[in-house]
């Protein structure tokens, strides 16, 4: 059971689209931490809240816009993708993210396809 | 010379038998590491963690070698559900807190 939680499990959405994909974790972790992965691929970073401040942005596209509403939570809005950029969406989350060798914990991955 | 590398593999192996892989990476002041598990289209999941010279679990054994800068996992009696691809992750030593994944080593255990 993974205590990191992720809906949706799955979401097929056309180019013109606007969804959210959203992150829960309750284990008072205070780093949340979006990533893409694709197929043969290690995760890549994209985005790291740290006590509910963006503190890492790695050159994401603005068609990915994250969003902390507080320290369990963590959303990824969606706008206007394109079908490269369908893709298992993991978010993670970390006892503090700032150098504290915490290990990552992954929630099951939103499964995105867009058409 | 990559952050965190790892060989690809595949590495294919009879049930039962042991098998070992290496992470280098090239940050010297990097002070934990990480084994991870990831099953095809699943995400991955924490299998060891490393803070000193290595760590034990059962028939996981990770060793850490700080002079050549690299650690390793070694599964004795392996499983048939041993089968994935097995992530080095090493966090960054900096307060941006990036953390390096390696590329991944596919193992593949055969009856």
């Known amino acids: 059971d993974t205590e990191v939680t992720q809906t949706p499990k799955h979401l097929v959405m056309g180019m013109t689209n606007k969804k959210s994909l959203k992150c829960e974790q309750h284990?008072?972790?205070?780093?949340m931490y979006w990533y893409k992965q694709k197929a043969k691929k290690p995760p890549e970073l994209m985005f790291v809240?740290?006590?509910?401040?963006?503190?890492i942005n790695e050159s994401v596209p603005s068609r990915f816009s994250p969003e902390c509403p507080n320290s369990s939570l963590l959303n990824l809005h969606l706008h206007a993708l394109q079908p490269e950029d369908s893709a298992l969406y993991l978010c993670?989350?970390?006892?503090?993210?700032?150098?504290?060798?915490?290990?990552?914990?992954f929630g099951n991955g939103t499964r995105l396809t867009v058409t | 010379r990559k952050e965190v590398e790892q060989d690809p593999g595949p590495f294919n192996v009879p049930e039962g038998a042991t098998v070992a892989f290496n992470c280098t990476y090239s940050?010297?002041?990097?002070?934990?590491f990480f084994w991870y598990r990831q099953d095809c289209r699943k995400e991955p999941k924490l299998l060891m963690s490393?803070?000193?010279s290595g760590n034990e679990d059962g028939r996981f054994t990770a060793q850490l070698n700080r002079a050549s800068q690299y650690i390793s996992l070694l599964i004795r009696d392996s499983k048939l559900s041993d089968s994935a691809t097995y992530l080095c992750?090493?966090?960054?030593?900096?307060?941006?807190?990036?953390?390096?994944f390696g590329s991944g080593t596919r193992l593949s255990i055969r009856p």
């Open positions: 490393v803070y000193s």
């Open positions: 993670a989350s970390s006892l503090q993210g700032r150098g504290d060798n915490s290990p990552l914990h």
């Open positions: 284990m008072g972790h205070r780093a």
């Open positions: 992750v090493v966090p960054g030593y900096s307060s941006a807190s990036k953390i390096i």
């Open positions: 940050n010297s002041a990097s002070q934990s």
């Open positions: 809240y740290s006590y509910e401040k963006l503190s």
